[in-house]
Antibody, heavy 122, light 110 residues
Framework: QVQLVQSGGEVKRPGASVKVSCKASGYTFTSFGITWVRQAPGQGLEWMGWINVNSGNTKYAQRLQGRVTMTTDTSTDTAYMELRSLRPDDTAVYFC???????????????WGQGTQVTVSS | QSVLTQPPSVSAAPGQKVTVSCSGSSSNIGNNYVSWYQKLPGTAPKLLIYENDKRPSGTPDRFSGSKSGTSATLGITGLQTGDEADYYCGTWDSSLSAALFGGGTKLTVL
């Protein structure tokens, strides 16, 4: 069965960076995209961006542009999301999800990781 | 303020029916597929509906989706207490070149 398993929670100081991993299994990794979504405490879902695993192309949410990088390692079927210059309002649960690629867009996030808590605090 | 507008909350009694609306524009819902996700506290979102009205295996047929113009609707019949959750619509916005989620709707089964 399709599974996405994320790395454990992190506590970071403001200004630091965090890198969250998402290991996929149960499907052909390069046949789908990976998207990243976060949920801050008491808030809704926020789309962060996505990576076309087959091509390596990425698209990031405008408000995170310049601070976020999404990569994949197809030798280990693992996706990564790095967020830099962390601020307290980056405190959230971060999810990876598998999505269907249709040309230049990604839709239908049908399998999700369990979530990774990232806390940014001095 | 989300580009996709959902009511903050809806409620109904067990066994009844409820609908959740999601309003957008021609650059998103009007020209792209809509998905619906169920989010329980402390768990990952779950895809309930994809491509406007299709149910993944595992989604009960009590859940339905529809789209008309720039709006989409999630319907849930035969409400159960286990349906209490937050529900999010999602789609792609061609102008923003970004995926979007609605602000979420909290369903209470009274």
């Amino acid at each position: 069965q399709v599974q996405l398993v994320q790395s454990g929670g992190e506590v970071k100081r403001p200004g630091a960076s965090v890198k969250v991993s998402c290991k996929a299994s149960g499907y052909t990794f390069t046949s789908f995209g990976i998207t990243w979504v976060r949920q801050a405490p008491g808030q809704g879902l926020e789309w962060m961006g996505w990576i076309n695993v087959n091509s390596g192309n990425t698209k990031y949410a405008q408000r995170l542009q310049g601070r976020v990088t999404m990569t994949t390692d197809t030798s280990t079927d693992t996706a990564y999301m790095e967020l830099r210059s962390l601020r307290p309002d980056d405190t959230a649960v971060y999810f990876c999800a598998r999505g269907v690629v249709q040309g230049i867009i990604i839709i239908d996030f049908d399998s999700w990781g369990q979530g990774t808590q990232v806390t940014v605090s001095s | 303020q989300s580009v996709l507008t959902q009511p903050p909350s809806v409620s109904a009694a067990p066994g009844q029916k409820v609908t959740v609306s999601c309003s957008g524009s021609s650059s998103n819902i009007g020209n792209n597929y809509v998905s619906w996700y169920q989010k329980l506290p402390g768990t990952a979102p779950k895809l309930l509906i994809y491509e406007n009205d299709k149910r993944p295996s595992g989604t009960p047929d009590r859940f339905s989706g529809s789209k008309s113009g720039t709006s989409a609707t999630l319907g849930i019949t035969g409400l159960q207490t286990g349906d209490e959750a937050d529900y999010y619509c999602g789609t792609w916005d061609s102008s923003l070149s970004a995926a979007l989620f609605g602000g979420g709707t909290k369903l209470t089964v009274l």
